[in-house]
C-alpha cells in the first residue's frame, strides 16, 4: 500500500466538484490522495495532498512541481486512475470525490471499480448523488421519504426493512428487474446475497451513508485485486 488510514480516506479526481464538497471530503478524510490530474484542487484549496497516484497523463505542470516529492506512478493502462488509487490505498472507509464528473462513461467506469474491489468500503460522491456497493447487511438512518435507489449489475436479491416498496423475494437482474426510486419510511435495513448491487441516495444522505457503513461487520471478500 502507498497510502493508509486507520479511518476514512479521501480520493480527489480531476471531474469537477464543487469547493464546497471538496471541503467536506477534506474534512471527514484525515487522509487525502489526489488522483492524477486531482491534484489541481488542492492547489486550488491550498492544501497537500498525502500522494498523488495514477499514470500522471493529466497532472498539470504546477502539481508536478509543487507536489513532485508526492507523485507515486502506476504506469499500467489496463485500468483506471480510480482503480490504481483504490488498489494502492488501504482504509476502513474510502470517500472518492471527482471520479464521474457528470460524464456516463466515467460514470459506469466508477461502478466497475466498486464491483471490482467488493471488499473495500468506498462511497462515490457526486454531485447530486452517493454511491455504493451495497454491502451484505447495512442500516441506514434515513429520512421519511428519501429515496432509495437499487441498481443490480448481476443477478442480486437484496431483502429489506423499512421500504415503501419492500424487496424480499425479488430476483434483481440489470436487464429485467431493477429496484430504483424506492422510498425510505425511515430506518432502512438491507440484506444483500451479492456483491452486486449498487445503492444509489440522495448527495444529501453522505453522513448517515458513512454511518452505515462504518457500523457494518463485515464486507465482501475480494473478488479481483
Given at each position: 500500500?502507498?497510502?493508509?488510514?486507520?479511518?476514512?480516506?479521501?480520493?480527489?479526481?480531476?471531474?469537477?466538484?464543487?469547493?464546497?464538497?471538496?471541503?467536506?471530503?477534506?474534512?471527514?478524510a484525515?487522509?487525502?490522495?489526489?488522483?492524477?490530474?486531482?491534484a489541481?484542487?488542492?492547489?486550488?484549496?491550498?492544501?497537500?495532498?498525502?500522494?498523488?497516484?495514477?499514470?500522471?497523463?493529466?497532472?498539470?505542470?504546477?502539481?508536478?512541481?509543487?507536489?513532485?516529492d508526492?507523485?507515486?506512478?502506476?504506469?499500467?493502462?489496463?485500468?483506471?486512475?480510480?482503480?490504481?488509487a483504490?488498489?494502492?490505498?488501504?482504509?476502513?472507509?474510502?470517500?472518492?470525490?471527482?471520479?464521474?464528473?457528470g460524464?456516463?462513461?466515467?460514470?459506469?467506469?466508477?461502478?466497475?471499480?466498486?464491483?471490482?474491489?467488493p471488499?473495500?468500503?468506498?462511497?462515490?460522491?457526486?454531485?447530486?448523488?452517493?454511491?455504493?456497493?451495497?454491502?451484505?447487511?447495512?442500516?441506514?438512518?434515513?429520512e421519511?421519504?428519501?429515496?432509495?435507489?437499487?441498481?443490480?449489475?448481476a443477478?442480486?436479491?437484496?431483502?429489506?426493512?423499512?421500504?415503501?416498496?419492500?424487496?424480499d423475494?425479488?430476483?434483481?437482474?440489470?436487464?429485467?428487474?431493477?429496484?430504483?426510486?424506492?422510498?425510505?419510511?425511515?430506518?432502512?435495513?438491507?440484506?444483500?446475497?451479492?456483491?452486486?448491487?449498487?445503492?444509489?441516495?440522495?448527495?444529501?444522505?453522505?453522513?448517515?451513508?458513512?454511518?452505515?457503513?462504518?457500523?457494518?461487520?463485515?464486507?465482501?471478500?475480494?473478488?479481483?485485486?
Open positions: 500500500m502507498i497510502v493508509q488510514s486507520a479511518n476514512l480516506l479521501g480520493l480527489v479526481g480531476g471531474a469537477d466538484v464543487t469547493s464546497e464538497d471538496l471541503k467536506e471530503v477534506l474534512s471527514l484525515p487522509v487525502t490522495v489526489a488522483i492524477d490530474g486531482g489541481d484542487h488542492f492547489i486550488a484549496a491550498g492544501v497537500e495532498p498525502k500522494a498523488i497516484i495514477g499514470d500522471m497523463d493529466s497532472l498539470s505542470v504546477q502539481a508536478r512541481a509543487q507536489f513532485s508526492r507523485l507515486m506512478p502506476v504506469t499500467e493502462q489496463d485500468s483506471t486512475d480510480f482503480d490504481k483504490l488498489r494502492h490505498t488501504e482504509a476502513r472507509l474510502v470517500l472518492a470525490l471527482g471520479v464521474s464528473g460524464r456516463f462513461d466515467h460514470e459506469l467506469a466508477a461502478m466497475h471499480v466498486l464491483l471490482a474491489h471488499d473495500r468500503a468506498c462511497v462515490v460522491v457526486g454531485r447530486d448523488s452517493v454511491v455504493c456497493l451495497c454491502p451484505p447487511n447495512v442500516s441506514l438512518a434515513l421519511a421519504g428519501c429515496v432509495v435507489s437499487l441498481f443490480p449489475f443477478p442480486v436479491g437484496v431483502a429489506s426493512e423499512g421500504l415503501r416498496w419492500p424487496t423475494g425479488i430476483a434483481f437482474t440489470p436487464h429485467e428487474r431493477i429496484g430504483t426510486s424506492n422510498q425510505a419510511l425511515g430506518q432502512v435495513t438491507l440484506v444483500a446475497d451479492a456483491p452486486a448491487m449498487m445503492l444509489i441516495l440522495p448527495r444529501a444522505c453522505l453522513g448517515a451513508l458513512i454511518t452505515g457503513l462504518l457500523a457494518v461487520p463485515a464486507q465482501w471478500p475480494a473478488r479481483v485485486g
